[in-house]
Structures are given as C-alpha cells and as structure tokens.
C-alpha cells in the first residue's frame, strides 16, 4: 500500500486545497500533506522491504489489458525521494511567497506532485501515459496562471512542444500493444513485444522525440529557458528539478528494455548530438545576463551528459545517471532557491546589475558557492560520483568513437565550470552598486532549506553508497538486455 500512498495523499490534499479561502491554511497544508508524503517515501526506501508492500496491482481497463499495476523498484525509489523531498524543501523555501487564488495555485502542485509519483511508479504504459498527461496539465495552468508578463507566449510553446510529444509517445505505445503477447499494456509484456528491426527503427524515434522534449536534449530544448524564466519560482523548482527527469526514466524503464536493438543502434548518433548540444547550450550560458536563463541553460547541458551516459549501454553510465537524476535534482533546487531569494530581494535577476552581494548576505553567498561547486561535481559532493561513473560508461562503451565521446563531455565539464565561476565572482564578490546596497541575509526559513541542501551534497558526496545500492539491481536488468542485444548482432555478423 505505500505506492499507493504516494499518490493518494498529494491527489486528495490537493483536490481538499481547492476547497481552502486562506492563505496560510492552505500555505500549512500543502506542507503538511508533503512532509506525509515525504515520511511515506523514506519509509519505502529504508524500513519497509516486504515486497509486497512496494508494489499494487488492481483491475482498471481490464477489456484493454491494462491495470493499475504499481510497483517501487530501486529507480522508482530514488525518484520518488526525490519527488517527496523537493515539495517541502519548495513550499519551505518560498514560505512567504504570496499568490493570488492561493488555493488554487497549491492544488494544482499538489496535483502535479500525483502525476509524478504515478509516472515513477506505473508499471503499466498506459497507466505511465495517464499519469504523464496528469503531472503535464496543473503545470500547463501554473505557468499560465501566474508566471511572468510572457507567459502566455511561452506557455502555449510549452504545451505544442509537449502535447505533440505526447501524441507520438501515445502512437507509440498503442502500436507496441498491438504486438504484445495476449494484447496487454502490462510492463513485461511490452518487453516481450514481437518487434521487427524495421518496426523497432521508426517506433524508437517517436517515443524518443516524447522523451528527448521533456529531459530536454538538443535541439527539443527551445521551450525550456523561456518556460523556466516566465514561470513562478517554485512551479520552476519542480519542473527542472523533477519533471525533467520523467523523460529519463522513460529512456531506462521503457525505451530501453522495450526496443533494445534500436536504442543500441542509434546510440552513436543520439550520443554525439546530446554531447554536442550540451556544449551549445554551455557556451550559451556563458553569454547569458539572466541567472533563471544560465542555471536553464546549465540544466540543459546535465541533461544532454546524462542522457548520453545512458545511451553508453553498460552499467557504470545506467547507474551513474540513476543516482545523478536525484543528485542534480537537490542541486538545481539549491540554485533556484538563491536566485529567487535575490530576486525578491533586489527585483532583478541580471547578472550585470549585482556584484558584492557576499558583504551583506555572507550565508546566502556560502549556501551558493557550495552548491554551485557541487553543480560542476566538485569531488566530496554529491555530483562527483555520479558524474565519474557517467564518465566511465561513456570511456567503456562498446562504440568505436568512445574517445570522441569522452573529449566532448569534457569539454561541456569545462565550460560548465565558466560559467558557474563566472555567476559566483559576478554575483556574490567584487564592489557593490546602488542595488547591492540594499540586500539583506537570506531570512531563517531560507537558510534552514539551503542548510539541508548543502547536507545532503555532502552526505552523498562522501558516502555515495546509499544511491549505489537502490540503483545496482535495476542498472543490471537493464544492461542484460543490451548484452542479449550485443550477442545477437554478433551471431549475425558470423
């Protein structure tokens, strides 16, 4: 029952939400229903480990071979976390924010947090297609609602960008149905699908297109840094630090496993193309006044490395991207929280207009810098053993232009740490301004989420095993299909 938990209590707390008129009524709910959840999800990560209790399986569409079938498996789990966590952390962080229509804005999050946890947990594609188009809506209406004077523009962007994702994504999954044994949307029947070479070539790319526009890699990654910018702080925390993850879980749980043979051959034309679009979007962000459109284009680049450590097929980069999906989510929420701090502070968030903000906000610039060394993974935090093992799968893939491979991500290392540099000396050192003058210290609730932040960095940076050990079992099952994969092109060749 605790995978069922996870989506039950932010849906109904989040439904409840609409019924609330006061402000700080639903501010204290919405964090209370998180904290809940959140209490649930180490539960299921640390204590619980009947089998029977992580998983859940009920009839649902059972005319159409579907179910509502649930299951926490170790990727599941950390993502999961990674869900419950960033809520509190968000609604902590952003305590005195006010909204108009508050109790709809905290619903709508409320219900967005639902969605995710069913796309982490569904073992059923097309209870995982319910629960994307679930977690995508409340966004849809947060961004419109009450994000910047653009939104509008940019929302409407968003939603053809992921509405014809989605369409793809849904062909997809309805033609693969069609091939599997007994006609059924159950996991393990999708993994024994009956798929040609042919079938599996063009199949791949309509679900990697879905996938590719919500991590985002190049080129499907144009709607992100205006999304990013226009929307409301935290409804942007969740959508960098978790919603970017849905399309990577959809790589490893579903595209990988489902169509193998064609993820394994396309793997040195979708490699290079990620690499390379993070080093665009790197020397972007060096250009970048704006610090909502530089830590965009920062999350781009993470992105472009992660989704090419998966495509590297060995367990080192599967489980690398694994433990770095929850690791780059606590760290972006980190560098969204101070920039928005900044913000509200000074209303401005250009680079070119701050300077010296470390002489009036000392614990401001401390929680900055340690989490901006962990975003270029600095070793000892958290960053650093997911990137080496990404690393180590991209050196040791079976491709012949591994080498190549290993330069381009260096070179995007690199110029990540530029630019993230460049923000640190720009923003926190050298003389202060007129706009400067006025900063303050970040207030108690603000120090409090940064502090836990920074812990958890150096929690994981120095003991990495808590991540390695949720994601051994599920990188191994899905390196086992590549590995069928690799012996079969190699009987052919004979």
Same mark, same amino acid.
């Given at each position: 029952?605790?995978?069922?938990?996870?989506?039950?209590?932010?849906?109904?707390?989040?439904?409840?939400?609409?019924?609330?008129r006061?402000?700080?009524?639903?501010?204290?709910?919405?964090?209370?229903?998180?904290?809940?959840?959140?209490?649930?999800?180490?539960?299921?990560?640390?204590?619980?480990?009947?089998?029977?209790?992580?998983?859940?399986?009920?009839?649902?569409?059972?005319?159409?071979?579907?179910?509502?079938?649930?299951?926490?498996?170790?990727?599941?789990?950390?993502?999961?976390?990674?869900?419950?966590?960033?809520?509190?952390?968000?609604?902590?962080?952003?305590?005195?924010?006010?909204?108009?229509?508050?109790?709809?804005?905290?619903?709508?999050?409320?219900?967005?947090?639902?969605?995710?946890?069913g796309?982490?947990?569904?073992?059923?594609?097309?209870?995982?297609?319910?629960?994307?188009?679930l977690?995508?809506?409340?966004?849809?209406?947060?961004?419109?609602?009450?994000?910047?004077?653009?939104?509008?523009?940019?929302?409407?962007?968003?939603?053809?960008?992921?509405?014809?994702?989605?369409?793809?994504?849904?062909i997809a999954?309805?033609?693969?149905y069609?091939?599997?044994?007994?006609?059924?949307?159950?996991?393990?029947?999708?993994?024994?699908?009956?798929?040609?070479?042919k079938?599996? $070539?063009? %199949?791949? /790319? =309509? #679900?990697?297109?879905?996938?590719?526009?919500?991590?985002?890699?190049?080129? @499907?990654? *144009?709607?992100?840094?205006?999304?990013?910018?226009?929307?409301?702080?935290?409804?942007?925390?969740?959508?960098?630090?978790?919603?970017?993850?849905?399309?990577?879980? $959809?790589? %490893?749980? /579903? =595209? #990988?496993?489902?169509?193998?043979?064609?993820?394994?051959?396309?793997?040195? @034309?979708? *490699?290079?193309?990620?690499?390379?679009?993070?080093?665009?979007?790197?020397?972007?962000?060096?250009?970048?006044?704006d610090?909502?459109?530089?830590?965009a284009?920062?999350?781009?680049a993470?992105?472009?490395?992660?989704?090419?450590?998966?495509?590297?097929?060995?367990?080192?980069?599967?489980?690398?991207?694994?433990?770095?999906?929850?690791?780059?989510?606590?760290?972006?929420?980190?560098?969204?929280?101070?920039v928005?701090?900044?913000?509200?502070?000074?209303?401005?968030?250009?680079?070119?207009?701050?300077?010296?903000?470390?002489?009036?906000?000392?614990a401001?610039?401390?929680?900055?810098?340690?989490?901006?060394?962990?975003?270029?993974?600095?070793?000892?935090?958290?960053?650093?053993?997911?990137e080496?093992?990404?690393?180590?799968?991209?050196?040791?893939?079976?491709?012949?232009?591994?080498?190549?491979?290993?330069?381009?991500?260096?070179?995007?290392?690199?110029?990540?740490?530029?630019?993230?540099?460049?923000?640190?000396?720009?923003?926190?050192?050298?003389?202060?301004?007129?706009?400067?003058?006025?900063?303050?210290?970040?207030?108690?609730?603000?120090?409090?989420?940064?502090?836990?932040?920074?812990?958890?960095?150096?929690?994981?940076?120095?003991?990495?095993?808590?991540?390695?050990?949720?994601?051994?079992?599920?990188?191994?099952?899905?390196?086992?299909?590549?590995?069928?994969?690799?012996?079969?092109?190699?009987?052919?060749?004979?």
């Open positions: 029952m605790i995978v069922v938990l996870l989506i039950l209590i932010p849906l109904l707390s989040g439904l409840a939400a609409f019924a609330f006061d402000e700080r009524a639903v501010r204290a709910w919405s964090l209370f229903s998180c904290i809940v959840t959140l209490l649930i999800s180490i539960a299921g990560i640390a204590i619980i480990k009947d089998q029977d209790l992580l998983q859940y399986r009920a009839d649902w569409l059972s005319g159409l071979g579907s179910s509502i079938s649930l299951r926490l498996d170790g990727m599941g789990q950390l993502l999961c976390l990674l869900t419950a966590m960033a809520y509190p952390l968000v609604f902590f962080a952003t305590w005195k924010t006010s909204y108009r229509k508050s109790h709809n804005f905290y619903a709508l999050m409320l219900l967005a947090q639902a969605g995710l946890m796309v982490f947990l569904a073992m059923d594609a097309l209870l995982f297609y319910f629960f994307w188009e977690a995508l809506i409340p966004m849809y209406f947060l961004c419109s609602q009450w994000g910047g004077e653009k939104r509008i523009a940019v929302t409407f962007k968003f939603f053809i960008y992921t509405f014809v994702g989605s369409v793809l994504m849904l999954i309805l033609y693969i069609s091939q599997t044994p007994g006609r059924s949307f159950d996991i393990e029947a999708f993994y024994q699908a009956a798929l040609s070479k079938e599996q $070539g063009w %199949l791949f /790319w =309509l #679900f990697f297109i879905a996938l590719a526009v919500k991590m985002p890699v190049f080129p @499907f990654h *144009t709607w992100q840094p205006d999304t990013y910018e226009q929307s409301p702080s935290a409804t942007t925390m969740i959508l960098n630090a978790v919603m970017a993850k849905m399309g990577l879980l $959809g790589l %490893l749980r /579903w =595209l #990988f496993p489902v169509l193998p043979l064609a993820s394994f051959q396309w793997a040195d @034309f979708i *490699t290079p193309l990620a690499l390379i679009g993070g080093i665009y979007a790197g020397l972007i962000a060096i250009r970048q006044d610090l909502k459109k530089l830590i284009y920062s999350s781009i993470h992105m472009g490395l992660m989704c090419a450590a998966a495509f590297a097929q060995n367990q080192s980069g599967l489980q690398g991207v694994m433990i770095q999906m929850f690791n780059h989510g606590i760290i972006i929420i980190g560098l969204w929280i101070v928005d701090i900044i913000e509200k502070q000074l209303g401005t968030k250009k680079i070119s207009e701050l300077g010296g903000l470390a002489q009036k906000a000392p401001l610039a401390i929680g900055l810098v340690v989490i901006s060394l962990a975003n270029i993974a600095l070793p000892l935090t958290s960053a650093f053993p997911g080496f093992l990404m690393f180590n799968g991209i050196f040791n893939s079976l491709t012949k232009y591994n080498v190549w491979f290993i330069v381009l991500a260096g070179l995007g290392i690199i110029i990540g740490a530029v630019y993230t540099l460049n923000m640190i000396r720009k923003v926190f050192f050298g003389e202060m301004n007129s706009i400067t003058q006025s900063a303050r210290d970040a207030w108690s609730n603000e120090k409090l989420v940064l502090a836990l932040i920074i812990m958890l960095i150096l929690v994981l940076g120095i003991y990495p095993q808590l991540a390695l050990n949720e994601s051994r079992e599920v990188s191994a099952a899905i390196n086992q299909k590549f590995e069928m994969v690799r012996e079969l092109l190699t009987e052919q060749k004979k």
